[in-house]
Structures are given as structure tokens and as C-alpha cells.
């Protein structure tokens, strides 16, 4: 039967350094997602170069945005990978 939280401290979860460390990190991937969404769309007339014989603001949208999401979600994943293990390193291991 799977522990329950609130029997494994007296304290919420979200106030342990893991869980403010997770939302720190969702916070600024949040941050970093918009930034990347928002601001070449505002610039997208400005950017009218050519790039690989397309127009450089259809190349932002079509192949720039899509990698970096994957590029966001990559890092989110292996830094709460090394953070899950690190917990678990801390609790005793399994």
C-alpha cells in the first residue's frame, strides 16, 4: 500500500527543497516557452531575410519553435531525472 503524504512528514510537500526546486524550474521553462513563442512573432516583419530559401520568420515558425519546445521539455526532464535520484539517494535508496 503506497505511503500517504501527509504520514511521511509534518510539513507540506511543497515546502520540501525538491518541490520548490520542481516549480522553480516549471516557472522559468514556463518563462523561456513564452519568451520563444512571443517575441519572434512580435519581430516576424522585421525578420524578412531569406534562410535555407525561405523566408527567416516562416523557418522561426515551422522548424525554430517546434525544436526549441523539445529542447525545453529534454531539460526538464533530465534535470528532474538527477533530482529524482538525488531524492532517492537522500531517502536511502531502493
Avoid at 526532464?77 to 537522500?90: G, K, P
Wanted: charged share 15%; hydrophobic share 50%; proline share 6%.
Amino acid at each position: 500500500m503506497p505511503e500517504s503524504r501527509a504520514s511521511s512528514s509534518s510539513s507540506s510537500p511543497a515546502s520540501t527543497p525538491y518541490w520548490r526546486r520542481n516549480v522553480w524550474l516549471i516557472v522559468l521553462l514556463l518563462v523561456v516557452w513564452a519568451a520563444l513563442t512571443f517575441i519572434p512573432s512580435y519581430f516576424a516583419r522585421s525578420l524578412s531575410f531569406d534562410f535555407i530559401g525561405w523566408p527567416f520568420s516562416f523557418w522561426m515558425a515551422a522548424y525554430g519553435a517546434p525544436l526549441a519546445y523539445l529542447i525545453l521539455i529534454a531539460i526538464y526532464a533530465r534535470v528532474m531525472n538527477r533530482a529524482d535520484r538525488r531524492a532517492d539517494e537522500a531517502k536511502g535508496g531502493r
